[in-house]
């Protein structure tokens, strides 16, 4: 069993930055993909950004060039740098760890609100 934790939203306003964590409660990010995803009200849950085992990211392309998904190995966290915010990425935030043949953990997300 795997625990993800997400922490790091708020309210921002447009243009500004906030920067998401995902603590894992144990070490898996060598063999798990790890994910953001978003879902705005009445909306379906979207991939935002990934990172495999290898380290290899992609992001929606709506969000190309303004953020950056990292992870610290050693503090078993996952990262979502999220620059120049436009209120259209107001949603609930979450981290997901997804295998091939292991269960899938999702977090339990947290808020972003982008807004003047």
């Known amino acids: 069993q795997v625990q993800l934790v997400e922490s790091g939203g708020g309210l921002v306003q447009p243009g500004g930055s906030l920067r998401l964590s995902c603590a894992a409660s144990?070490?898996?990010?060598?063999?798990?993909?790890m994910g953001w995803y978003r879902q705005a009200p009445g909306k379906q849950r979207d991939l935002v950004a990934q990172?495999?085992?290898?380290?290899?990211?992609n992001y929606a392309d709506s969000v190309k060039g303004r953020f950056t998904i990292s992870r610290d190995d050693a503090k078993n966290t996952l990262y979502l740098q999220m620059n120049n915010l436009k209120p259209e990425d107001t949603a609930v935030y979450y981290c997901?760890?997804?295998?091939?043949?292991?269960?899938?953990?999702w977090g339990q997300g947290t808020q972003v609100t982008v807004s003047s």
């Open positions: 997901k760890a997804t295998h091939t043949i292991l269960n899938d953990y």
């Open positions: 144990r070490s898996i990010f060598s063999i798990y993909t």
């Open positions: 990172i495999t085992s290898s380290g290899r990211t």
